[in-house]
């Protein structure tokens, strides 16, 4: 009935795939639990091992990375059933109610379920740009998320059908952080597949900090100028492809792609969402140079 996929790396997924096997058993269906870590080799793995000691769950590790988009794709491969629930390593569900309400959404048919993301208010994360940028643009109300079902698709928590993932699947020539839950999306919507958002929200618990997160931003900037150039992803794809299109034809690109440093200095020091965004932008320009020569 139910294959839940937990793709991990350098992290404890043991207290998530516990929680979730507890309230998977007391409904006494056919399911799964499936870890793999991803060449992470880390200390971690010893606390991760404890994930085969539980009824219908296993974990492994692989000696390579092979990235964000193989791996989830590796295990969906190794799935049973007909169901593929997809959650990150470093999650927690936010009710007790979270395999139940998911159960519910098998029961509607064929479709595309995203649970939604939420993050805690605590004192170590107020001050923290990923936690900032979460709350702004990734913990959305229903109505919201309702009204542009495939903008708020998340990698972090959704329910599909097997059916629909093999004719989908992550886009493998994607090896840097980013973007592969974008494309999947895309994906979805041309085929047709629809996507329902629903309020079954996981915590996002494994937080970076700023200096890590502004450099995974970076990166997942490099895959979308990368994407472009492979035809995969398109200006009216994303807005900020479409800022970046505006400066270029107005002459500032360089301007504009040298003050890349400064935000970036800025955004960190202030904790800010603006000038992280302004860097976002900034070295969206500076690739473009450096491509351009």
Known sequence: MLSILIPTYNYNSFPLVE???????????????????????SKLNIENQKINQLSLCSF???????????????????????????????????????ISKY????????????????YNRT???????????????????????????????????????????????FEEILLKYGREDLLFSLDLQKRGYKVVQIENEIYHLGLDDDFTFVSKTKEAMENIIFLEKKGLLEKEHGSLLKIVSKVELIGLLKLVGNLYPFFERVAIKRKSIFYFNCLKISYLCRIKIVLNG
């Open 60 to 98: 492994e590790l692989l000696e390579k990375n092979i990235g964000r988009s193989a791996i989830r794709n590796l295990l969906a491969s190794k799935a049973n059933y007909n169901w593929l629930l997809f959650l990150d390593a470093d999650v927690l569900p936010k009710n007790n109610t979270f």
């Open 123 to 169: 004192p170590d994360n107020i001050n923290l740009l990923r936690y900032k940028y979460g709350i702004k643009y990734e913990e959305i109300k229903i109505n919201k998320r309702n009204r542009s079902p495939y903008k708020f698709f998340f990698t972090s928590n959704f329910l599909i059908p097997k059916e629909f993932f093999e004719q989908v699947q």
């Open 19 to 41: 929680v979730l096997h507890k309230q998977l058993v007391a409904f006494k269906i056919s399911f799964e639990i499936i870890c793999i870590d991803d060449g992470s080799k």
């Open 103 to 118: 159960l519910s959404c098998i029961k509607e048919g064929k479709k595309v379920f995203c649970g939604g993301v939420a």
